[in-house]
């Protein structure tokens, strides 16, 4: 514990995050992002979009008179862990607090800023429960279910797609959601589902798609984290169903690091709020900064977060205080055209937005489709 002290000690110094005085010259956000552990790849894309932001927004002069700042806190990506990190970042008097990355870890974390009536909005959590009938919880990207019904709409209309066996990790009630949705929306489409298979870890792929090598589906859906999702790549590959189409979600962003044959990426497509190849002007403008930034291309993550920043700051501004009511009847008023295309929240606190279908094709991510249901 003592080291793990000593290393958020430093990310923070590192980060400048400043403490606040008593004239107030900072507004102060939370965060919470998963910068250890499985998650640590997404959590600290995310973490660059922040910076980057909030960067911009004080070289631009602030947000009312004052400058804007973030205080970090690690939630290792743990359910469990989140809570007591909360309560810690708490003590800080922050205005808002931006996190977490994936759903099931920040539902805990929503329900309990929900009871303190603290605004949150994460950039990239899915599940729709996170915000159902919550005052205080938002989120930047699409829920579950539009980037299922999307993808289903995608496999019949641009894929020609008529059969589809379906995958889910039964330990994730968000997966089993989006599963759900896709399977009911795919049969809607005129689609024949001829299997819908819970795993409890990625060794049993190869086993499922062996049950499927004589009657061959036209596509595989997962949803799963982008690491488990190219070992489902790489099981496809080796497998009697190398040609099949293979359909994932946001969080498959980062699958290509872990993916053994380039060549097993042909048939792959996912969703994503963001595409960093969208022509524009301030989608190209983030991209450059971003690069210049951090030597990277920005996946999703990076842009969701980055857009959270801005969702705050103009609530903030339009409030004209960070009164937290104020805050939150000000990002339900907004209507921002961000980088992840136009912001209007709706009644439970999600965006409708763009849905950019990603190919990586000879190891480049790219836009093969652009959508909007």
Request: charged residues 20%; aromatic residues 12%; hydrophobic residues 40%.
């Amino acid at each position: 514990m003592k080291n793990f002290s000593f290393i958020l000690f430093f990310i923070l110094v590192l980060l400048g995050c400043a403490p606040l005085n008593e004239e107030q010259e900072y507004i102060v956000v939370g965060v919470l992002l998963p910068l250890t552990g499985n998650d640590s790849d997404e959590g600290m894309r995310a973490l660059n979009g922040l910076q980057l932001a909030k960067q911009e927004i004080n070289e631009s002069g602030g947000v009312l008179g004052k400058k804007l700042d973030l205080i970090i806190f690690n939630d290792r990506g743990d359910a469990e862990y989140i809570l007591r990190q909360y309560e810690a970042l708490k003590k800080h008097n922050v205005a808002a607090i931006i996190g977490s990355s994936y759903s099931d870890v920040t539902l805990p974390f929503a329900e309990a800023a929900e009871k303190d009536g603290i605004p949150v909005i994460s950039p990239t959590a899915s599940d729709p429960n996170i915000t159902i009938d919550r005052k205080y919880i938002f989120r930047a990207n699409f829920i579950d279910d539009y980037q299922a019904e999307v993808m289903a709409f995608f496999a019949n209309n641009y894929l020609q797609a008529k059969t589809a066996v379906v995958l889910f990790n039964k330990n994730s009630a968000s997966f089993k959601n989006t599963s759900s949705v896709f399977t009911e929306k795919f049969k809607e489409y005129g689609g024949i589902i001829f299997g819908v298979e819970a795993y409890s870890n990625t060794d049993e792929y190869s086993e499922i798609l062996r049950k499927y090598s004589v009657n061959k589906p036209d596509i595989i859906f997962c949803p799963e984290d982008y690491f488990s999702a190219s070992k489902l790549v790489n099981a496809v590959y080796n497998s009697a169903l190398r040609g099949a189409y293979i359909l994932g979600t946001d969080v498959w962003d980062g699958l290509l690091v872990y993916i053994s044959n380039p060549d097993a990426m042909k048939n792959v497509f996912y969703s994503s709020p963001f595409s960093f190849d969208d022509q524009d002007i301030e989608v190209i403008q983030f991209v450059r900064k971003y690069f210049g930034a951090f030597s990277q291309i920005p996946l999703s993550g990076s842009a969701a977060a980055y857009t959270c920043v801005y969702i705050l700051a103009e609530a903030f501004k339009t409030a004209g205080n960070t009164n937290k009511d104020d805050v939150v009847s000000a990002m339900k008023l907004n209507e921002l055209n961000l980088i992840t295309g136009h912001i209007k929240f709706d009644e439970h606190n999600n965006p409708r937005t763009n849905v950019y279908i990603i190919q990586i094709d000879g190891g480049i991510y790219s836009t093969y489709k652009k959508l909007r249901l």
